[in-house]
């Protein structure tokens, strides 16, 4: 593998990663028009993470934004949808 092929896994790899931890540790909620969103306050919450999981948690949800993968919500920040299908 050369090292183009080996960086484009990598984000492959990254990018299903931090999908499925939004998937997983969000909480997930249907609005009016049946678009699902995520909450991410819970993986945020320093009453129920350790400071490193929160640390972790910032840095790929502000890589989930930067790649496209989520969209924030207009009024609610803490909201996330899946705006990207990752392969």
Do not use: C
């Not at 249907?30 to 640390?55: H, K, N, S, V």
């Not at 924030?72 to 803490?78: A, G, L, Q, S």
């Amino acid at each position: 593998m050369n090292p183009t092929e080996l960086i484009g896994l990598a984000h492959r790899i990254a990018d299903r990663a931090v999908v499925s931890d939004i998937e997983t540790a969000g909480v997930a909620e249907t609005d009016a028009q049946g678009r699902r969103w995520y909450d991410t306050r819970p993986m945020l919450d320093p009453r129920e993470q350790p400071d490193d999981f929160i640390e972790m948690t910032v840095q790929a949800l502000t890589y989930a934004h930067e790649r496209g993968l989520v969209s924030p919500h207009p009024v609610h920040p803490h909201l996330v949808r899946i705006a990207k299908a990752v392969a």
